[in-house]
């Protein structure tokens, strides 16, 4: 069974970091593009980034570019969000998805992702 988990996310003030960590079981992690995307109340869901199996690449949004960066820790089936400078705006429920991808494209569409987690709420006060 496949299974994602986020954790890390809370409440920060305006300018503050976070880190959220997603746990992969179930598949093999070394085959799988990794994303995180957001979603806010009466939005849809958005690409926040995205970190390819075969070489670390990474894909962000136009939004978090500068700010936040992905990475992941193959040996541990871990994939990391390191958030700076948080905005009001960065508010959301945060999701870790997993796109198999054996050519490594590295897609922002979240219907190209496979698997999903529950999400984790980051919330930014002003």
């Known amino acids: 069974q496949v299974q994602l988990v986020e954790s890390g996310g809370g409440l920060v003030q305006t300018g503050d970091s976070l880190r959220l960590s997603c746990a992969v079981s179930?598949?093999?992690?070394?085959?799988?593009?990794m994303g995180w995307f957001r979603q806010a109340p009466g939005n849809e869901r958005d690409f926040v980034g995205a970190v390819r199996w075969s070489d670390n690449r990474t894909l962000y949004g136009d939004s978090v570019k500068g700010r936040f960066t992905i990475s992941r820790d193959n040996a541990k089936n871990t994939v990391y969000l390191q958030m700076n400078s948080l905005k009001p705006e960065d508010t959301a429920v945060y999701y870790c998805?997993?796109?198999?991808?054996?050519?490594?494209?590295?897609?922002?569409?979240?219907?190209?992702?496979?698997?999903w987690g529950q999400g984790t709420q980051v919330s930014v006060s002003s």
């Open positions: 998805a997993a796109d198999y991808d054996p050519v490594g494209r590295v897609e922002r569409r979240p219907v190209q992702y496979d698997y």
């Open positions: 179930g598949l093999t992690f070394s085959s799988y593009t």
